[in-house]
T-cell receptor, first 111, second 118 residues
Framework: GDSVTQMEGPVTLSEEAFLTINCTYT??????LFWYVQYPGEGLQLLLK?????DKGSNKGFEATYRKETTSFHLEKGSVQVSDSAVYFC??????????FGAGTTVTVRA | GAGVSQSPSNKVTEKGKDVELRCDPI?????LYWYRQSLGQGLEFLIY????????KSGLPSDRFSAERTGGSVSTLTIQRTQQEDSAVYLC????????????????FGPGTRLTVT
């Protein structure tokens, strides 16, 4: 079945550092890929998405490129802020309607 | 407009008791999903409703779990004879159906209900 593997955390960074969270997937067909973010005390929010190979999703300075050849969708941000501290989830939607999530990566940004 | 709302936000119950969790989807969204977020299992799909179609219950972990959706809107997730391993955050999401092109894949999540079974 469909599955998502993402980098284990926690990740602790200083402000303005570069952030990468690795995500790889296994799926049949052509899944859509997502990054969701969960800020402390809040619900899951869609951060960005990509629906086909080579698409780049971007939002709030975060980017991720759908790489079919490496089955990856790594999340990157060039300069993180304290407000980016959150749990980040990589997810895919395969041929049905369900989202399959990675385990989540906790990111803490220190001032 | 209003997002997905869930109630209660927190629920503490004793082992063996039944609990009901409620979800109000975004108005006009025809698809509704329940997920569970727990320390040991991450985020798991539980059940899916789409319009008047029979729900997909394939993710429900046991027959103690059931859900219904009344009038194509509000949904209730019921857990009977709760066990400690049921402790988790239960998340509801909804999405819209986009015409003949198929389902909108963007799911909007509620804040969740944190269930603690003592």
């Amino acid at each position: 079945g469909d599955s998502v593997t993402q980098m284990e955390g926690p990740v602790t960074l200083s402000e303005e550092a570069f952030l990468t969270i690795n995500c790889t997937y296994t799926a049949t067909g052509y899944p859509s890929l997502f990054w969701y973010v969960q800020y402390p005390g809040e619900g899951l929010q869609l951060l960005l998405k990509a629906t086909k190979a080579d698409d780049k999703g971007s939002n709030k300075g975060f980017e991720a490129t759908y790489r079919k050849e490496t089955t990856s969708f790594h999340l990157e941000k060039g300069s993180v802020q304290v407000s980016d501290s959150a749990v980040y989830f990589c997810a895919l939607k395969g041929n049905d309607y369900k989202l399959s999530f990675g385990a989540g990566t906790t990111v803490t940004v220190r001032a | 407009g209003a997002g997905v709302s869930q109630s209660p936000s927190n629920k503490v119950t004793e082992k063996g008791k039944d609990v009901e969790l409620r979800c109000d989807p975004i108005s006009g969204h025809t698809a509704l999903y329940w997920y569970r977020q727990s320390l040991g299992q991450g985020l798991e799909f539980l059940i899916y409703f789409q319009g008047n179609s029979a729900p997909d219950k394939s993710g429900l972990p046991s027959d103690r779990f059931s859900a219904e959706r009344t009038g194509g809107s509000v949904s209730t997730l019921t857990i009977q004879r709760t066990q400690q391993e049921d402790s988790a955050v239960y998340l509801c999401a909804s999405s819209s159906l986009r015409g003949l092109a198929g389902y909108s894949y963007e799911q909007y999540f509620g804040p969740g209900t944190r269930l603690t079974v003592t």
